[in-house]
């Protein structure tokens, strides 16, 4: 699958990299369903905003239902992604870097996919939400100037 490919998917959410501190990053979500950012302050957040799109558009579907200490309502099949998508991913960019994510598989408790670097145009696969936050890292880690030789995870 191509980058080109990755941004135009109907599941893909572009993810804007403001600012980066010791801790975490901050930034904004974006999907092609809504104009309107959804703002992140840090890691934990932004895949909680993430999977609670996912489970609203009931795709990609997870391979296991969350446990919860309370009872969930029942799921029902979203026609979000039967629509047409009203918003272009391309005009978002972050501050500090900018990736664009196709989660395809929701499989073991966790996410598959791709996640697409764009100011240095890498392309890499993740089997984990936990690897997509190290590939995120690795990039974010890396230095501005362009005479740098990109990180070895997006290779």
């Not at 934990?44 to 990609?60: T, V």
């Not at 994510?101 to 939400?129: C, D, I, M, P």
Request: charged share 25%; proline share 7%; aromatic share 10%.
């Amino acid at each position: 699958m191509s980058a080109l490919d990755t941004i135009h998917a109907k599941n893909a959410i572009r993810i804007c990299v403001d600012a980066v501190n010791a801790e975490s990053f901050h930034g904004r979500l974006y999907h092609r369903y809504k104009p309107d950012p959804i703002p992140f302050e840090g890691a934990e957040q932004m895949l909680l905003a993430a999977e609670s799109l996912f489970d609203n558009w009931n795709y990609p579907q997870p391979g296991l239902f969350a446990r919860s200490f309370f009872p969930r309502p029942a799921q029902r099949g979203n026609k979000i992604m039967d629509r047409q998508p009203l918003e272009d991913l391309t005009d978002h960019t972050g501050g500090r870097a900018t990736f664009t994510v196709q989660v395809v598989y929701r499989q073991n408790a966790t996410w598959q996919g791709t996640v697409t670097w764009l100011e240095k145009g890498k392309q890499s696969y993740f089997r984990s939400a936990l690897e997509l936050i190290k590939l995120m890292d690795s990039a974010l880690e890396e230095a501005p100037p362009s005479g740098d030789k990109p990180s070895a995870a997006f290779s």
